[in-house]
């Protein structure tokens, strides 16, 4: 059966390793010894995969004009999910990296049909407010939405047109429509545009993004292949990272409430989401203890590992500790919790004051339609 990633779909990705096989990406593990101060998400094997990360960091490493780019569509509220992308974006800021972070605006109005004035809505007060209260430095950040940009930046989606085909297109993403086809194509010119000399000249850019986003990467990279005698555009880096599951056992998602721990959730609710969560507990206290838990398919596991245990020790202690049966779901879930709480307590706070930031910034850079 053929493997396809849709990036506008809700399908899980469950076996990381065939995107090996089928599409070329390759194990990160393979350019980790690079790093000498990796992500947690690197070290924990989160970041599973990379196109050309090993030219990226060599660039940047010898001092070369290198650049971090990846967006979010504002289809909804800014969830636990999409927090790992930014962590990903502050880490590559404090690197001296310059960072660019792009609100798919052109595409949640084509493609989720949100209207006009919420997706600005959302992007300002729920993107960007969101990535400058978990780290991202606002001065150092360049902010952007699709439909505000400059004339070169649209020249070049018209002509990307001229060497893609439908087929093509519908190879790659499935059942395709207009909307999405300028999506796509979208989305070759904002991974692509800063490697022009008139609009960035970086000498590469990288784009941290999770897996299903990968078909728009490949497509972008055939594109600067066959445009290499025309414009002078160089082909996108990228790292991929795991999803969390949802809480509900899904994939996690704005439009669906009950999958999500959303940044800007009543404190409480968000606790007993944590509590409803789907584990890797067996069927009874008495079983636990005698075959151990699966803390691989554990949601409650995922959010220790993800964001909420940064100490690798700790997080091997709670892993060991659920494989013997020392550790029921239910001291988990109190310890996952009572994290989460000191967590959204601190991050809420510092939230007002970044909406602030975010709406300054709107005015500057002035989305319209």
Not at 98 to 104: E, G, K, P
Not at 179 to 188: D, H, P, R, S, W
């Given at each position: 059966m053929e493997l396809r990633i849709d990036p506008w779909g809700s399908t899980v990705i469950r076996e990381y390793e065939k995107l090996f096989q089928y599409f070329g990406i390759k194990p990160f593990r393979e350019v980790l010894h690079l790093i000498d101060k990796?992500?947690?998400?690197m070290t924990r094997g989160i970041i599973f995969g990379h196109r050309d990360f090993d030219k990226f960091w060599k660039l940047y490493r010898s001092g070369r004009r290198v650049a971090v780019l990846t967006g979010f569509m504002p289809s909804g509220r800014f969830h636990i999910g999409h927090k790992m992308v930014v962590e990903q974006l502050v880490y590559y800021q404090r690197l001296g990296i310059?960072?660019?972070?792009?609100?798919?605006d052109a595409e949640a109005y084509a493609v989720r049909r949100i209207p006009r004035s919420e997706v600005i809505r959302i992007g300002v007060e729920e993107y960007i407010a969101n990535a400058i209260a978990l780290g991202l430095d606002s001065e150092k950040t360049v902010f952007y939405f699709q439909t505000n940009q400059r004339p070169e930046y649209y020249r070049l989606i018209q002509?990307?047109?001229?060497?893609?085909?439908?087929?093509?297109?519908?190879?790659?993403?499935?059942?395709?429509e207009p909307?999405?086809?300028?999506?796509?194509?979208?989305?070759?010119a904002d991974v692509t545009f800063l490697t022009h000399p008139s609009m960035g000249g970086y000498e590469a850019v990288l784009v941290p993004v999770g897996a299903d986003q990968d078909p728009h990467l490949r497509l972008a990279r055939?594109?600067?292949?066959?445009?290499?005698?025309e414009i002078e555009l160089k082909q996108p880096s990228s790292t991929y990272h795991r999803f969390m599951t949802g809480l509900d056992g899904g994939k996690m998602s704005s439009s669906r409430p009950e999958s999500a721990i959303f940044l800007t959730d009543d404190i409480e609710e968000a606790k007993k989401k944590v509590?409803?969560?789907?584990?890797?507990?067996?069927a009874t206290a008495e079983e636990q203890r005698r075959l151990g838990g699966e803390p691989e398919k554990c949601v409650v596991f995922e959010l220790f590992a993800y964001h909420l245990v940064k100490d690798d020790k700790e997080l091997k202690r709670?892993?060991?500790e659920c494989r013997s049966g020392l550790r029921l779901c239910g001291q988990c879930k109190r310890e996952a919790a009572k994290l989460l709480e000191e967590f959204l307590r601190e991050h809420q706070?510092?939230?007002a004051q970044a909406r602030e930031e975010a709406r300054r910034i709107a005015k500057e850079i002035k989305p319209s339609f």
């Open positions: 990796p992500h947690m998400y310059d960072v660019y972070m792009l609100i798919a002509l990307f047109s001229r060497k893609v085909t439908f087929n093509e297109l519908e190879a790659i993403y499935g059942s395709i909307a999405k086809i300028m999506a796509a194509l979208t989305q070759v055939d594109l600067v292949e066959r445009f290499s005698s509590f409803r969560a789907l584990t890797g507990g067996r709670i892993y060991d706070e510092k939230l």
